[in-house]
């Protein structure tokens, strides 16, 4: 053998370099293709999620029908991640069951329904229950796997109708997750089949339904609360009917009633009113006498009470009218006076009517109306006034406003700060006892029928008084003639 000389050592060793250069190089492409392919993959699962996400931000955002939401809820992970099934259940937390309310439109999801021997939206399951995934799934907290679709569908079916079920759709694999909205505690679950085998389910699959479940939860729970308050509002808006149904019938009833009571009672005061006159009243004893003049006292009380009545429900029907006139307002006061003034002086009670010393503007009234409210306020000052005591009657012009105050103020039993509300409302009266109601023998209606009058005309009408014992001030105004009744 000849010996190698240099330059030959020197060729070897640029081959060998050449060689492992090469190599590198192969080996660097191959890496750089590999990553490069695993980057394509990524970007092609990034993409997926982006789409789906979505898909979910336009059911959280476009939809507020709790049906339609489920719906899409029911249809999108079946779309996106090609699984056979999609189902919504939501949980009710009186009755501590789930129960299913949606399902895609996906073909074997229709002939699954089809083939249930209980109808879909029947289907609950208990909370309590410890064998079914659902519930399992809401208890613990964490999604769920099973290749057995009885751990989702039992004991509502049997095994073998499970199995059918199961075998109609093709379905290996069923994820169950439980959905969390804003709050505390699951409001549903979501449960997902696909026809894949549970090992072939990928990280980025389990990962995307995890993902999709927590968006939907704001989404079901947002249309829950929007359904809830349109049911409610429907709820309310037919009672409300209902209500103003019941109101128009007890309107009608009081009406029929009135007309009908004030007949018999208006013949019976009459009656009483003969057997009381002096022609008559001479054959009677006293305690006749007595009887009878308590029992013509109690009929025009109910008279009154059933006048009122048919007032109260001709205002509330908008069937009371006002004949409008310009009224001298000083001389109504005084006819009031005049009328009133015998029984104040009866029960022992200073009436006064302070006069206006100017002439006053006429102002726009009905004065039959004006005159019931002035005998109410009058009448009701010698209610709550004690013998010797005094009720001033006075008038006030007020030009600016164009308006006239007329003023009823007593140093009566006064009036506590906290029933003063209560003095205009229908029925309302001062205090609880009974016995002192009898006495005063009131309806509870004169002041509301006032205040209602009073408004009618454009007015207002107001009570002061600085406690019990203290007196009251009842005030309330007309419009003058030169304005106008609104």
């Known amino acids: 053998m000849s010996e190698i000389t240099n330059s030959q050592i020197l060729l070897l060793l640029i081959l060998i370099v050449i060689s492992l250069s090469l190599g590198g190089i192969y080996y660097h492409r191959r890496k750089v293709g590999g990553i490069r392919q695993r980057s394509e993959r990524d970007l092609e699962e990034i993409?997926?999620?982006?789409?789906?996400?979505?898909?979910?931000?336009?059911?959280?955002?476009?939809?507020?029908?709790?049906?339609?939401?489920?719906?899409?809820?029911?249809?999108?992970?079946?779309?996106?991640?090609f699984f056979v099934t999609g189902v919504v259940a939501v949980i009710e937390k009186v009755k501590r069951t789930i129960r299913r309310v949606g399902v895609s439109s996906t073909k074997e999801a229709?002939?699954?329904?089809?083939?249930?021997?209980?109808?879909?939206?029947?289907?609950?399951?208990?909370?309590?229950?410890?064998?079914?995934?659902?519930?399992?799934?809401?208890?613990?907290?964490?999604?769920?796997?099973?290749e057995d679709i009885y751990d989702v569908l039992g004991p509502v079916l049997t095994h073998d109708e499970a199995n059918k079920i199961q075998n109609l759709m093709g379905t290996k694999t069923t994820v169950v997750y439980p959905i969390y909205g804003g709050r505390e505690g699951a409001i549903g679950v979501f449960v997902a089949s696909t026809k894949k085998k549970k090992e072939d389910l990928s990280?980025?699959?389990?990962?995307?339904?995890?993902?999709?479940?927590?968006?939907?939860?704001?989404?079901?729970?947002?249309?829950?609360?929007?359904?809830?308050?349109?049911?409610?509002?429907?709820?309310?808006?037919?009672?409300?009917?209902?209500?103003?149904?019941?109101?128009?019938?007890?309107?009608?009833?009081?009406?029929?009633?009135s007309h009908e009571l004030r007949t018999p009672m208006t013949i019976i005061s009459?009656?009483?009113?003969?057997?009381?006159?002096?022609?008559?009243a001479s054959s009677?004893?006293?305690?006749?006498?007595?009887?009878?003049?308590?029992?013509?006292?109690?009929?025009?009380?109910?008279?009154?009470?059933?006048?009122?009545?048919?007032?109260?429900?001709?205002?509330?029907?908008?069937?009371?009218?006002?004949?409008?006139?310009?009224?001298d307002i000083a001389e109504l006061v005084n006819s009031v006076y005049v009328e009133i003034l015998p029984k104040a002086q009866v029960q022992k009670i200073n009436l006064i009517f302070e006069k206006?010393?100017?002439?006053?503007?006429k102002v726009q009234a009905d004065p039959e109306k004006i005159e019931q409210v002035l005998i109410n306020l009058i009448g009701n000052s010698l209610k709550f006034t004690?013998?010797?005591?005094?009720?001033?009657?006075?008038?006030?012009?007020?030009?600016l406003q164009k308006t006239v105050t007329v003023t009823v103020l007593d140093d009566g039993k006064g009036i506590?700060?906290?029933?003063?509300?209560?003095?205009?409302?229908?029925?309302?009266?001062?205090?609880?006892?009974?016995?002192?109601?009898?006495?005063?023998?009131?309806?509870?209606?004169?002041?509301?029928?006032?205040?209602?009058?009073?408004?009618?005309?454009?007015?207002?009408?107001?009570?002061?008084?600085?406690?019990?014992?203290?007196?009251?001030?009842?005030?309330?105004?007309?419009k003058t003639v030169d304005s106008k009744v609104s």
């Open 270 to 280: 009459s009656y009483l009113w003969l057997m009381l006159n002096k022609d008559n």
């Open 203 to 257: 990280e980025y699959d389990y990962a995307m339904i995890q993902s999709f479940v927590d968006g939907v939860g704001i989404a079901m729970e947002h249309a829950m609360l929007y359904s809830n308050l349109e049911k409610t509002s429907e709820q309310l808006q037919e009672a409300n009917i209902k209500l103003k149904e019941v109101d128009k019938l007890k309107d009608e009833f009081v009406s029929l009633a």
């Open 356 to 361: 206006p010393q100017e002439v006053l503007p």
């Open 47 to 81: 993409n997926r999620a982006l789409v789906t996400s979505q898909r979910i931000n336009k059911i959280i955002l476009q939809s507020l029908n709790f049906d339609d939401v489920v719906q899409k809820i029911s249809d999108t992970i079946p779309n996106e991640l």
């Open 386 to 399: 004690k013998e010797q005591g005094l009720i001033k009657i006075s008038i006030a012009n007020n030009p």
């Open 416 to 478: 506590n700060k906290e029933d003063i509300p209560k003095l205009f409302q229908k029925f309302g009266m001062v205090g609880n006892n009974y016995l002192v109601k009898q006495n005063t023998q009131g309806t509870g209606l004169g002041l509301y029928l006032s205040k209602s009058i009073i408004e009618l005309h454009g007015g207002k009408i107001w009570v002061e008084s600085e406690g019990e014992g203290k007196g009251s001030k009842f005030s309330f105004t007309l």
């Open 110 to 146: 229709s002939e699954a329904v089809s083939a249930l021997r209980v109808p879909f939206n029947k289907i609950e399951i208990s909370l309590d229950d410890p064998n079914n995934f659902m519930a399992r799934a809401v208890r613990e907290k964490k999604g769920l796997i099973t």
């Open 284 to 327: 009677l004893s006293e305690k006749q006498k007595m009887y009878l003049d308590r029992a013509y006292i109690s009929t025009q009380r109910l008279i009154n009470l059933v006048n009122d009545m048919l007032n109260v429900s001709r205002i509330e029907s908008g069937r009371l009218t006002l004949a409008i006139k310009p009224t």
